[in-house]
């Protein structure tokens, strides 16, 4: 039985990640990352948890226009 030289990178990147979040999860619990860990926060957009929709197709609509001028669309 052989095994591919890309299934057996997949193997073994799943190996070392559950390796690494054992030894991590272990570490945290033991106390040993108390205050060390940071909370991050996702910013706040708009109102609730919802993201500004306006914003981002304000923001669409530029970047599509500039793409449509570098192409020479407008002449």
């Given at each position: 039985?052989?095994?591919?030289?890309?299934?057996?990178?997949?193997?073994?990147?799943?190996?070392?990640?559950?390796?690494?979040?054992?030894?991590?999860?272990?570490?945290?619990?033991?106390?040993a990352g108390?205050?060390?860990?940071?909370?991050?926060?996702?910013?706040?957009?708009?109102?609730?948890?919802?993201?500004?929709?306006?914003?981002?197709?304000?923001?669409?609509?530029?970047?599509?226009?500039?793409?449509?001028?570098?192409?020479?669309?407008?002449?």
């Amino acid at each position: 039985m052989t095994i591919d030289s890309k299934k057996m990178a997949a193997i073994s990147s799943a190996v070392f990640t559950y390796i690494k979040t054992c030894e991590e999860a272990a570490y945290f619990a033991s106390g040993a990352g108390a205050g060390k860990a940071k909370v991050i926060e996702p910013p706040v957009t708009g109102t609730g948890n919802y993201p500004n929709m306006w914003g981002s197709m304000g923001r669409s609509d530029i970047m599509q226009m500039r793409t449509m001028m570098q192409m020479r669309t407008f002449r």
